[in-house]
């Protein structure tokens, strides 16, 4: 289509470059601060610091900011915050209305060479007679009447919709977004950064290419959908003459059983779907971190699908393997209950206390935590019931069963009251000497003191956002595929105490339970943990 012709950039253009930026790879990461970042915009990170930091090049946080009103000050701040998290550091943090003035001032040079003019179309008529590759009929307007307009429109003289200022480019390109896109439109709406300044906003196309240029960008990395896009980003910088960055495009990335566009997601937090950016069901990078996965573990995932011209669908279960084989390492162990029942060992005096060591990180390391055997105690409700059957190796009546780290119960009868079990029965004893354990082993929960009942907290237990693989896209359609039992609560949880004094953004692994974090809806006296991920993968469509 021509565009490639204007990518080299003269000598002179290219000496001038080269002197301020010494020959160094640069590039940016552009999010539009109107939203919070998703675990996309990680593969975006890691494709943009990434490449500047193999070729020991800088990489900018630049915000995209040129739509005011979708656009807030809590974006710019989380977003800040959240690359950090990731551990990036951007070399500068700059904000497309940074440069407004000078792209005012590009945009005058447009239209005194004629390449650009005011325009009247609504939006309506602008899309129709650009399906019909129709010219407007304000296009061959004389240069001197649109720089009046133009000015009138920057000194907030003329009506939010009644004039905008589009590029004069090539109406009969078979490339739609060579035919005369947006440059400028009239909005009275203040903006997050720039304030006060301005009634006239760029638009992304005009923005874009101009500021990659302005900032001596080296490598413009962008996703797929922008490609249609690189003849008008290089028309632009042909038609002002400026500095030409490379511009290459990369898959964007998609994970199965979610959302990832801003849209949606706005959606689901704005309707109450689910609560606020950083719900832990969302692939939101606070909702990752509220969950919590660790920044190695995403960025591992990005490592493992690399940087390929597709876009990708990846399995949530890709995912889930980077978060426990990360976790595995790093999370030390706990025994915990979620549905405790109360198991009696009726051998044990009423003022038993007896320590045994659990092992932090069993069979990697040597270090142990307490736990205290008393008579009364708890175990799982499901590891408990009434008849025994083959395949089952937890307790039922008569049979011996390990409490993990501790010793050996042997069940004797049980209690119900209206269906219910309420209390199991059994009596303790050490494992002798050169016994073979039997196969059934118990978590379990102990008195901190004879009498005195174990700290409960709430354990907030996720499971996919969306029943289906692929979420349905059109009209509101995907928010049928919802899965209705996404969370689950167990308010009466109980654990060994170490975990009770741990504060928000602990991570530990409730054996067999999975690996969990410590809310920040933690209180004194309401512990609140959110389960990251289970031990073990578990069935999805
Ligand atoms: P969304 O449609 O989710 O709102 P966006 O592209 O509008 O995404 P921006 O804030 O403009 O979001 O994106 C900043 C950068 O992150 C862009 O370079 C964009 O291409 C990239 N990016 C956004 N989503 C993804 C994704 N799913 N995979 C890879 N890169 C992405
Ligand atoms: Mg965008
Ligand atoms: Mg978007």
Redesign the pocket.
Known sequence: DGSQLCIANNAEKLAEHLKITGGKVVTR???????Y?????A???F??FGFAERYSGDCYLRF?DTNPEAEKQEYIDHIQDIVAWLGYKPWKVTYSSDYFTELYNFAIQLIRSGNAYVDHQTAEEIKAYREERRPSPWRDRPVEESLQLFEDMRRGLIDEGKATLRMRMDPKNANYNMFDLIAYRIKFTPHPHAGRDWCIYPSYDYTHCLVDALENITHS???L??ESRRASYYWLLHVLDTYKPVVWE?????ITHNV????K?NRLVTDGYVDGWDDPRLLTLAGLRRRGVTPQAIKELCQEIGITRNDSEIHLHKLDHHIRTDLDATSPRALAVLDPLRLVLTNLPADHLQTFDAKVFPGRTEETYPVTLTRVVYVAAEDFREVDSKGYFALAPQKECMLKYAGIVRCTGFEKSGGKVTEVHAEFRLLEKGEKPPKGVLSWVGQPMAGQEPTMFEARLYDVLFKTSSVADTGDEWLQDLNPNSLTLKTGAISTPRITQAAPGSRFQLERLGYFCVDPDTRIGKLVLNRTCTMKETNLA
């Open positions: 990461f552009p999010p539009e601060p109107n939203g970042l998703h675990i996309g915009h593969k975006a990170m494709v943009d995209d990395l962008c996703t959908e922008f990369y898959g964007r990335l998609n990832l566009s801003k849209r997601l």
